[in-house]
């Protein structure tokens, strides 16, 4: 079974950076297409970006374009976020996943086998 383990959460004043992490253990991780998401209180979790297997492809939520970056390092069995110009709607717990059955990171949550516990993030003054 695949484990992810996220960190690098906090509180970050708007307009600030943080690097999100996601280490996984128990599988071929080169074999996962990896994804974050992200749920705010009262709201579903929704979509953030998504990446390939190899990395060569991406994809991201239109409210984080131009912000968030998706990488993975498969030497390291980790997939990274790094969130610049940050913003109180931001606020949320992410989340990353894991599909064993597709080659890229796709939008849909269904689609994922394996999620991590999530990280907080807080964007305020």
């Known amino acids: 079974q695949v484990q992810l383990v996220e960190s690098g959460g906090g509180l970050v004043q708007p307009g600030g950076s943080l690097r999100l992490s996601c280490a996984a253990s128990?599988?071929?991780?080169?074999?996962?297409?990896m994804g974050w998401f992200r749920q705010a209180p009262g709201k579903e979790r929704e979509f953030v970006a998504g990446?390939?297997?190899?990395?060569?492809?991406?994809d991201y939520a239109e409210s984080v374009k131009g912000r968030f970056t998706i990488s993975r390092d498969n030497a390291k069995n980790t997939v990274y976020l790094q969130m610049n110009s940050l913003k109180p709607e931001d606020t949320a717990v992410y989340y990353c996943?894991?599909?064993?059955?597709?080659?890229?990171?796709?939008?849909?949550?269904?689609?994922?086998?394996?999620w991590g516990q999530g990280t907080q993030v807080t964007v305020s003054s």
């Open positions: 128990g599988g071929t991780f080169s074999r996962l297409a």
């Open positions: 990446i390939s297997r190899g990395g060569l492809s991406s």
């Open positions: 996943a894991a599909d064993l059955n597709r080659r890229r990171g796709t939008t849909d949550l269904n689609d994922y086998n394996y």
